[in-house]
């Protein structure tokens, strides 16, 4: 059940975000690039992580 609030705060303020961005822009453009530059670090992040984890001497498989 936590969960599910969990997820659906977030994606409320997703939505929240982007609404209230492309309603001081009125760019879609913008409004994609914003999309980008909120993926871009995860990806980085979880390639970054993957490396560390790849190199550890505790890796262990799940």
């Known amino acids: 059940m936590g969960q599910i609030v969990s997820v659906t705060g977030s994606q ?10 492309y309603l001081l822009t009125k760019s ?6 914003v999309g980008l ?3 871009v670090p995860i990806v980085l992040c979880s390639l970054a992580g993957g490396v560390v984890a790849r190199k550890s001497k505790s890796f262990a498989q799940i």
């Open 37 to 39: 530059f909120r993926g």
């Open 28 to 33: 879609a453009l913008a409004l994609g690039l």
């Open 12 to 21: 409320m303020q997703s939505v929240a975000i982007n609404w209230h961005f």
